[in-house]
Nanobody, 113 residues
């Protein structure tokens, strides 16, 4: 599985970013049944789960992002998207998508105060 991530960047506190992870070289029938997730790793900290979406579109979120982040999936386009609103400086980290036992490349999210 080849994962392509995009959407990171620098934003002020209170702003929004949208991260997208596309699973290339997959067909719908292999993409749709699998769960997708976003993790993040801040400097000096362990990688942590941010959000996960299962094949039935059920979701779970880290307590720290509930009510601010939303994970979604587009099976037709083989994408898992993380919409991040009301960003805080503590959201600063490298974000990684995880799909089909594969990690995507990290994308830096930096939130300035």
């Amino acid at each position: 599985v080849q994962l392509q991530a995009s959407g990171g960047g620098l934003v002020q506190a209170g702003g929004s970013l949208r991260l997208s992870c596309k699973a290339s070289r997959m067909i719908f029938s292999t993409f749709a049944p699998k769960a997708g997730a976003w993790y993040r790793q801040a400097p000096g900290k362990q990688r942590e789960l941010v959000a996960r979406i299962d094949s039935d579109f059920s979701t779970i979120y880290a307590d720290s992002v509930k009510g601010r982040f939303a994970i979604s999936r587009d099976n037709s386009n083989k994408k898992v998207v993380l919409q991040m609103n009301s960003l805080k400086p503590e959201d600063t980290a490298v974000y990684y998508c995880f799909f089909a036992d594969s990690w995507g490349p990290g994308t830096q999210v930096t939130v300035s105060s």
